[in-house]
Each structure stands twice: as C-alpha cells, then as structure tokens.
C-alpha cells in the first residue's frame, strides 16, 4: 500500500536559514508527488507538485523540491525562509493519476525565530 | 473566480446526534472530495466525487456518508455521532483533466 513518511515532526529555523523538510514514499509505480502547506485556522495550499520530467520542481513561495527515485523520497527546500513560513506542512501522494484520493504524510510544524 | 467554500465553519454538536457538512467548489470543476483532519490520525481520504457519481471511498465505518447534486455542490453526512468524530473536514474540488486540489478552509465539528 502506498504510504508517506515525514520524519521531522517539528523543524525550528532562523529567518534567513535554509530549509529542507524530508519526505520519503512507498509506491510501486512512478507517482505523483505533492506538498502542501497549512496556516492556522486554514485549509491546504498547494506548493509545488511531481508528476514526471525534471526532478527538480519549482512552486509558488520560493519552495523548490526534488524527486529522487533511488531514495524515493521528494524533499522540500528554501534557500531563505521568512517568518511568514511558519505553518505546517503536508507531503502526499497520489494513488494513480485518476483519481482525487491522496494518501498524506503526518506533517511537519515550522517554526520561524527572528 | 472564488475558491471552495465550506458552511458551517464551526459546528458543535453531542454525541448520537447526526451534522451535514455542505461544500461548493470552484464554479466549473466537477470533482469533488472530503478529507478528515485530526491530530491523532491526520489528514484522512473520505470521498471522492464526480458528475455526482462516488468514485472512491476510503476507509471509514457506514456512518460517514456523502451526495453530490447536479451542480457540484456536495454534502456529507455523519450520523450517529462519536466523540472520535470531532475534527477538521476539509473539502476539495479539481478541474476536469487538470491533478490538482483546491482545498477549503474546512469544517470544524466539536462532538461534546
């Protein structure tokens, strides 16, 4: 069964430091990676997603992500984060490209200090 | 274009009782699905819904239900409330041909 692991359930960081959250899937076929990000009170906001192509993917905010086969993982990065980018933040993938159902990750809370 | 939205926002309600969460997408997509959110499970698959057909459930017990109407809009029922059933239910609608999710701020049920 597919599944998705997010190792770090809490990463603190200064602003203006790197950021890299983990995510590692288990799935048999190539599959369709996303990360969402969640604010207080809100609902889920699409970063940046994998389908095919260029391992390395581009998303709103600045956030990057690679998708690295071998490792089967699809880790998130930002080169400067900004105090605003504290949240949580969700990977999920899906379980084929025709349908909607998305098994997430547990999530990891970044924390921002100034 | 607005975005999903969900009513009510905030829901309280007692254990046995039933609710009905209501979702209406982004005008033109046609699909439509329900995650629970919880701190101990996280975020979880519901339904999946298109042109009012239930394409995918997931794995939780008859007590959870859903319905689709003509015009997108969704409803999902819960009845016989546990206190278990207290959470974030987050709604999401997807263009047709295009795999991405538009979430809601969702739901939030309190079951006392």
């Known amino acids: 069964a597919q599944s998705v692991t997010q190792p770090d359930i809490h990463i603190t960081v200064s602003e203006g430091a790197s950021l890299e959250l983990r995510c590692n899937y288990s799935y048999g076929a190539t599959p369709y990676l996303f990360w969402y990000v969640q604010s207080p009170g809100q609902g889920l906001q699409l970063l940046l997603k994998y389908f095919s192509g260029d391992t390395l993917v581009q998303g709103i905010k600045g956030f990057e992500a690679e998708f690295k086969r071998s490792q089967s993982s699809f880790n998130l990065r930002k080169p400067s984060v900004h105090w605003s980018d504290a949240a949580e933040y969700f990977c999920?993938?899906?379980?084929?490209?025709?349908?909607?159902?998305?098994?997430f990750g547990t999530g990891t809370r970044l924390q921002v200090f100034p | 274009k607005a975005g999903v939205t969900q009513t009510p926002r905030y829901l309280i309600k007692t254990r046995g009782q039933q609710v009905t969460l209501s979702c209406s997408p982004i005008?033109?997509?046609?699909?439509v699905s329900w995650y629970q959110q919880t701190p101990g499970q996280g975020l979880q698959f519901l339904f999946e819904?298109?042109?009012?057909?239930?394409?995918n459930k997931g794995n939780f017990p008859g007590r959870f239900s859903g319905r689709q109407f003509s015009n997108s809009r969704s409803e999902m029922n819960v009845s016989t409330l546990e206190l278990g059933d207290s959470a974030l239910y987050l709604c999401?609608?997807?263009?047709?041909?295009?795999?991405?999710?538009?979430f809601g701020p969702g739901t939030r049920l309190t079951v006392l």
């Open positions: 999920a993938v899906a379980v084929s490209y025709n349908t909607d159902k998305l098994i």
């Open positions: 005008s033109g997509h046609r699909s």
């Open positions: 999401a609608s997807r263009p047709q041909g295009y795999n991405e999710q538009f």
């Open positions: 819904y298109f042109s009012e057909t239930q394409r």
